[in-house]
């Protein structure tokens, strides 16, 4: 009976070393994941380089109508959980979930800008919108 518990209790701490192992990996996403999102970010929202390009518009995925997962991944992660996405007809509406304060609302509305949104002001009704096409 003592061998068996000595190989139960070998296991468990194998389990528990695993799990630290998964929860550094799980870490090392999220920083991955974060730092791709501020990429595609900047990217968007700089000024086109030499001559006069085009505006940017939204974003399409193979041809089709930009879905809210395209622009939630527009939106580093610590933005994307201050913010509510709906799906209309012909845009995508963001609606902040609680106050942004002047350096968040700008970052967003940098983003929004940059894939062919506007801001909509209508007291607390406000929100931003993104064209669909």
């Known amino acids: 009976m003592s061998e068996e518990k000595e190989k139960v209790e070998k296991l468990t701490e194998r389990i528990d070393e695993l ?34 390009a085009p505006a940017p518009e939204t974003p399409e995925v193979y041809g089709k109508e930009t879905s809210i997962e395209d622009i939630r991944m527009m939106f580093p992660e610590d933005l994307e959980d201050l913010l509510s996405f709906e799906e209309k007809q012909d845009h995508i509406v963001i609606k902040p979930r609680q106050f942004l304060g002047s350096d968040n609302f700008a970052k967003i509305a940098s983003i929004v800008r940059g894939i062919g949104g506007d801001y909509v002001s209508a007291g607390k009704e406000s929100h931003f919108r993104v064209p669909k096409k």
Do not use: F, H, W, Y
């Open 19 to 52: 799990l630290i192992i998964l929860n550094s990996v799980a870490e090392d996403l999220r920083q991955v994941s974060g730092s791709l999102k501020s990429l595609a970010v900047s990217q968007i929202t700089q000024p086109p380089a030499g001559p006069a």
